[in-house]
């Protein structure tokens, strides 16, 4: 139970940068701008939780999922993220999405910051969301799809916040694609892949934006 408390803490205090707020003295930016002035907080609240598991709880990393994936983990991974562009290029096309003020700020870092971004996010929030959240809750409901549940509705309000509404129909199939694979596959490596290839695309308005 102290674990399970010491590991919630970093998910609210590190992760979500609560702790910015209660020090908002501390900067940990880095230099940094707009999203991803939260990268070292995330790196850290990811490195946190690896330590709350090993240290606190005396449990392997193989309890967050973190082994090493197989061929055929890589190669659903590769599918999901297919099934996930499929579904956001139909949403695209017939619902096209007008202009969104957090895309816009995720552009506006330059191709070098989205880089940062995209794979800070792509690890860490696997760690968080994944790895540890979805598998603790999981553990303790008895149900690894409940724990998937609760986890993924607390990833998708502050996308929603920061992206709006619109990112439910355009995005979140890739969220869902994420999910699926960390339940079928049991490898947060693929699902960090996964994650990795659904947020690339941005790099193209990135890039065209910097022309």
Request: net charge positive; aromatic share 8%.
């Amino acid at each position: 139970m102290v674990a399970l408390i010491a590991g919630l803490a970093v998910v609210v205090l590190v992760y979500d940068a609560g702790a910015r707020r209660l020090l908002p003295g501390l900067d940990l930016s880095g230099g940094l701008t707009g999203p991803a002035s939260t990268t070292w907080w995330k790196w850290g609240g990811a490195l946190l939780l690896l330590a709350v598991v090993i240290l606190l709880e005396r449990r392997r990393l193989a309890s967050m999922l973190l082994v090493r994936p197989t061929g055929p983990d890589v190669t659903f991974a590769v599918y999901a993220f297919g099934a996930a562009m499929t579904w956001s290029w139909l949403a695209g096309t017939f619902w096209p999405q007008g202009q969104n003020d957090g895309i816009d700020a995720v552009t506006g870092l330059g191709v070098g910051g989205v880089i940062v971004l995209i794979v800070t996010a792509a690890v860490t929030e696997e760690v968080v969301f994944r790895g540890y959240l979805a598998e603790r809750v999981g553990a303790i409901l008895r149900s690894r799809l409940a724990g998937a549940g609760v986890s993924l509705a607390v990833f998708v309000v502050p996308h929603v916040l920061v992206f709006g509404p619109s990112w439910l129909l355009h995005q979140l199939a890739g969220t869902l694609a994420l999910v699926t694979v960390a339940l079928v596959r049991r490898n947060l490596v693929a699902a960090m892949l996964t994650h990795l290839l659904v947020n690339a695309p941005i790099l193209i308005p990135t890039v065209l934006a910097a022309r």
